[in-house]
């Protein structure tokens, strides 16, 4: 009764804390319904299943812990080197002088505070629907109070087939800031959309994007969250995909005290195909590190695949944490579903926390998992030792050639290869101190 009332007494204070803002009759009643889940749920605790391995408490309480902020000018921002629509946000609020023209062929954008004052918009349909769909079976509540009182983001829908890749840059420059951010993406048939993220975004940052692809649409997703030591974050993804739709998504993390990244994915129409995955480098010695990866795929038609693989490289304490599961609904007969979870220990103080799960109530399935947890293959650092490569250079090679196939899960070589490159950058960097 006592931690019931605890968590109460914190959601309550969390809400007291937050405005929501003055919108128009769409986004006031989608914010309304958002509130009373995070309500009735209540903001997360470690005894919640799905919190047992992650401690919520700095994600959820009053203040956010102060982010000494990170400097990152030894290092070209990465995506730099490709053609782009650029979207930059500074600590939450858009920032049009750093922005370019939000006119795109193939794609409509929006910003939320925006649209969200109109009466009337086609983000209506998406805006916290499918955040509330995936409330169940799995409660996620700062997913919620982010729908109630996120003040800014983009909607975007693409129309056909993007001429470039949207790029969301978010900027950290205030050491306290607090961000809520919310983005809609709607991907009409047969339309193809590119979106990038980068950047720490704040102290605290916790944000929501809503994925609606429609039939034969296709959504690709490559992110990467900054290299900031005392970020922390909570970041959610929920998709819907339509029949012949592709969805892919890539997320690189990198330092950060603390960071939670869901994905809920529900594949509703046949033969869709949804592929997500992300690679993770914690090094304690700079500070704490722990990630979080937390995955929920639904299987709601016929002939559908899903695809997850993750990669954590973890040294000096680190924590990794890895909850994935796979739902095979009744009637979701040729569902092909894998899922692959695994860790690189560098020494004997970091760990790996795994759950993966499968739960399928169709017959004609081929559904798999694994999740393994490691030290260097002494074997292959003989083998380049032998051949006069440095241990600490082997070392870094073996890691990177670990990573790739979380990598090659990216659909376009150039920002795959723009991954490898960074990961190089930052592993030569640390071997230099």
């Avoid at 349909?125 to 919620?144: F, H, K, T």
Wanted: aromatic share 6%; hydrophobic share 40%.
């Amino acid at each position: 009764m006592a931690v019931a009332q605890a968590r109460q007494d914190l959601t309550d204070s969390r809400i007291a804390s937050l405005s929501l803002p003055k919108d128009g009759l769409w986004a006031h009643t989608a914010r309304e319904a958002a509130l009373a889940r995070c309500r009735a749920m209540g903001l997360p605790g470690r005894r919640d299943e799905y919190w047992r391995y992650t401690d919520p408490t700095t994600l959820s309480q009053i203040t956010a812990p102060r982010a000494a902020l990170f400097d990152d000018s030894d290092e070209a921002p990465i995506f730099e080197g490709q053609d782009r629509l650029r979207i930059v946000f500074v600590d939450g609020v858009f920032d049009p002088a750093q922005s370019d023209d939000l006119s795109l062929a193939g794609i409509e954008i929006d910003r939320l505070a925006d649209a969200a004052r109109k009466d009337i918009h086609w983000a209506r349909d998406i805006y916290g629907v499918l955040e509330a769909s995936g409330q169940a079976p799995v409660a996620r509540p700062l997913a919620a109070l982010n729908t109630a009182f996120a003040s800014d983001g983009v909607l975007i829908r693409a129309t056909g087939h993007a001429a470039k890749p949207v790029s969301l840059v978010y900027l950290h420059r205030a050491e306290a800031s607090d961000v809520i951010l919310h983005h809609v993406i709607r991907v009409e048939p047969g339309a193809e959309l590119t979106l990038l993220e980068n950047g720490p975004a704040a102290a605290r940052v916790n944000t929501c994007m809503e994925i609606s692809l429609a039939d034969g649409a296709s959504f690709h997703h490559v992110r990467a969250q900054g290299r900031d030591r005392e970020r922390r974050a909570a970041t959610h993804i929920f998709a819907r995909l339509g029949a012949e739709s592709r969805y892919k998504s890539f997320t690189l993390t990198a330092n950060g005290v603390l960071t939670r990244n869901e994905h809920v994915i529900e594949l509703t129409g046949d033969d869709a195909s949804a592929h997500v995955a992300g690679a993770a480098l914690g090094d304690g010695k700079t500070g704490a590190f722990h990630h979080d990866d937390t995955v929920f795929v639904t299987h709601d038609a016929e002939r559908c695949e899903s695809r997850q693989v993750f990669k954590k490289v973890l040294r000096n304490g680190a924590v990794g944490v890895f909850q994935g599961k796979i739902l095979v609904k009744p009637g979701a007969q040729k569902t092909d579903g894998y899922q692959i979870s695994q860790s690189l220990l560098l020494d004997e103080d970091s760990s790996f926390l795994a759950k993966p799960e499968l739960e399928i109530y169709a017959d004609d399935v081929k559904c798999s998992h694994g999740s393994t947890t490691g030290a260097i293959d002494e074997g292959a650092l003989f083998y380049l030792r032998a051949r006069g490569v440095p241990r600490e250079v082997a070392t870094d090679l073996l890691v990177l050639a670990f990573i790739d196939e979380a990598i090659q899960e990216i659909e376009h070589e150039g920002l795959a290869d723009d991954i490898r490159a960074r990961l190089q950058q930052w592993l030569e960097r640390r071997r230099q101190g």
